[in-house]
């Protein structure tokens, strides 16, 4: 039985799956991906609500199509600003990337 | 209005093992090319949950936007920084700092979890029969929303012109 709180216990896991890429990976496309994975993880939670409330409500899927437009424009311009720095300091690892720590 | 043959709930659990195992092997795969396309694997789930949810608009929109243009922008950098052969690009992470994440990433997910399984009862479990039709987000996204969606061409094309800006080539 598929109830809304199957919805919320897949999210929870993919929410989990992602805060341990965030705060392990050294990599920074791969914490993109974690970011990535968090990103969707809360879409799911939009949608399994806006599903399961009586009467039917749009804006559910409204907020869900702006949360994938961000989402898209954060990837362009994250990744652009990991080409940059590949670019000056010829490493994408963010534990090396520390020119301003103090 | 054909009806589907696999019962939803089939089609959940083989969702959930797609969308988490993708997700699992995007993070962890050696090679980051490999973890990409896992990554691209666990979008369309996240597309089928979509569908399952009534909601066929975001599913195509997961699809064209997520595996379509995120997950392609994704290969095309990954190619641009790839060091030469035989130079590792994710170093291993060591084991401290490993189960620290792996300690906080599961009681975040165990608190969320009980926190879902309190509200128990209060949660409905069946989703009303009428679904929204598609036809209404049309209108409702220009009539009922039309500032936000302005905004959000504008940003679009500002994030566009920041990145173009951000990878150019100085000559």
Known sequence: ???????????????????????????????????????????????????????????????????????????????????????????????????LKG | MVSLVIPSDISFVVLTAVTIIGAIIALQAKELIYGAIA???????????????????????????????????????????????GEEMDKRTDAAEGSMGLWLAGLLALAISGVVALAGTSLPTQAPAASLPVSDLGPALTLQYPVPLIILALLLSAALLGALVLAKVER
């Open chain 2, 39 to 85: 990554l691209a694997i666990s979008f369309i789930g996240i597309a089928g949950f979509f569908a399952l949810l009534d909601a066929p608009y975001l599913a195509m929109l997961q699809i064209a936007i997520y595996v379509g243009a995120v997950v392609v922008l994704i290969l095309f950098t990954i190619m641009l920084v790839r060091r030469e052969r």
């Open chain 1, 1 to 99: 039985m598929v109830t809304l709180a199957s919805y919320l216990i897949v999210s929870a896991a993919l929410l989990g799956i992602g805060v341990y890429g965030l705060s392990v990976k050294r990599n920074a496309i791969r914490i993109l991906f974690a970011v990535e994975v968090i990103v969707n993880a809360a879409n799911l939670n939009f949608a399994a609500f806006t599903r399961y409330m009586n009467p039917p409500q749009v804006s559910g899927q409204i907020i869900v199509f702006y949360s994938i437009a961000a989402a898209a424009m954060e990837a362009a311009v994250g990744l652009a600003l990991i080409l940059v720095a590949f670019r000056l300091n010829s490493t994408i690892d963010v534990r090396k990337l520390n020119k």
